[in-house]
């Protein structure tokens, strides 16, 4: 006798053969045997308060979000997030035009000083995750030694434009740093062959690329000192790493 | 709260209190942030195992550590059932009473990852196939063929239990 699936088994082929009906006897014996051993679970000692715990700090942080969103002061920085926001997200045009250096380091350097002011905000972390998915990008935390130290990881809200993660820093003398990255094929192939340096105040904003991926270091400190930190990087495909050990 | 069921699944896949914890937490905290993309009248339980089942996969692949869908050794065309009728062992249930449960336990987390994942999701935390595709972001037939071979290997492994402890009645 041909039989079917046992999902798809009918009463009356039950009735008719023995191997089937001790075949489902005994698929749901094995689930019985199986849901009674495995639900046997304990909890370990301070789980649910530490779970609390966890998710406390999580509601906090989101209050300090809707704080920056609904008060003045909050405006005031969201607002001016926004600005350096839109700035940026003429990124990928700007990379296309190797005279435009000048005002793409002047976005980056407002984007970073309003980005730093506003709440940390975690959940970037999952849009993060998301984007070394769809990238193919760095799928290991950056191995953090001397020197470069980072902070947190932001997909800023524009990301329509396709930026990728912008990495909040702090550079090897402990001040604010961020470093931008983007995917080659969305800067248009256009950006700077070598390493432009400009400086914009106390900071220099520094752009460079490698065969995949465009950079640009926003850090405090002349020309040549932020330079110097991403020497060993250039030309490689992993200066997250590279930059994090210097 | 699904927060036992959870972190039993969560032991169950990474083998460890201290990661499943860590596990549950990050699938809570995804869950909160997220809440806004839960639908109201769907299976709350079958939304927090998918995030589960996520954050567990991303963890996997930055550890650059994924088991073999297939377990090496068994044999895809073994028959409980004809070692059964085969040895005149007359009752499933006999079959079950004499088979512990800690090896039932111990034969389930041999199992390789996706497969230990259906059989918990379908016969411990009683999931419906559609439910644990979608928890695993798999098609409905790999639900169904990840179960019967499953099924298979538990029944291989536990028939070599039911022989070592009623060795009169199996062999």
């Known amino acids: 006798m041909q039989c079917p699936s046992l999902d798809e088994v009918t009463p009356a082929h039950l009735c008719e053969c023995e191997r089937c009906r001790r075949h489902l006897a005994w698929r749901e014996g094995l689930r019985e045997k199986v849901r009674s051993a495995e639900s046997e679970v304990t909890l370990p000692a301070g789980f649910q308060a530490r779970l609390k715990a966890r998710l406390e700090r999580v509601e906090t942080a989101a209050e300090r979000g809707r704080w920056a969103a609904t008060s003045w002061a909050g405006r005031l920085f969201r607002g001016l997030g926004l600005a350096a926001c839109l700035l940026l997200a003429c990124l990928p045009l700007l990379l296309r035009s190797q005279g435009h250096g000048f005002q793409l380091s002047q976005a980056l350097a407002e984007h970073h000083a309003a980005c730093w002011a506003l709440p940390a905000n975690s959940q970037c972390a999952t849009d993060v995750a998301h984007w070394n998915e769809k990238h193919n990008g760095p799928q290991v935390r950056v191995p953090l030694k001397d020197g470069f130290v980072e902070k947190e990881r932001r997909i800023c809200p524009f990301g329509e434009v396709g930026l990728g993660p912008h990495l909040l820093l702090h550079d090897p003398k402990g001040r604010q740093a961020s470093l931008f990255i983007l995917p080659i094929e969305e800067a248009d192939g256009k950006v700077p062959q070598s390493l432009e340096a400009y400086q914009m105040g106390s900071q220099t904003v520094a752009i460079w690329h490698s065969p995949k991926w465009a950079f640009a270091l926003v850090a405090a400190g002349a020309k040549d000192e932020v330079t110097q930190w991403i020497q060993p990087a250039l030309g490689s495909e992993q200066p997250w790493r590279i930059l994090a050990g210097h | ?171």
């Not at chain 2, 990050?26 to 996520?54: D, M, V």
């Open chain 2, 1 to 171: 709260m699904h927060a036992e069921a959870l972190f039993r699944f969560a032991r169950r896949l990474t083998g460890q209190d201290d990661s499943a914890e860590d596990l549950v937490q990050e699938c809570f905290e995804k869950a909160l942030r997220a809440f806004h993309q839960y639908k109201p009248g769907t299976n709350c339980k079958s939304w927090l195992f998918t995030i589960l089942h996520n954050c567990h996969r991303m963890r996997l692949r930055s550890a650059q550590h994924r088991r073999e869908v297939l377990d090496p050794g068994d044999d895809p065309k073994f028959s409980l059932i004809d070692h059964l009728l085969e040895h005149e062992v007359s009752s499933e249930q006999m079959f079950f009473d004499h088979t512990p449960s800690a090896e039932v336990r111990q034969a389930v987390s041999e199992l390789s990852e996706p497969m230990r994942a259906v059989v918990l999701l379908s016969d411990v935390e009683g999931l419906s196939y559609q439910e644990i595709a979608e928890v695993l972001s798999v098609p409905l037939g790999t639900v169904r063929s990840r179960l019967n071979r499953a099924r298979n290997t538990l029944s291989q492994k536990l028939w070599k239990i039911f022989r070592e402890h009623m060795p009169v009645l199996a062999h």
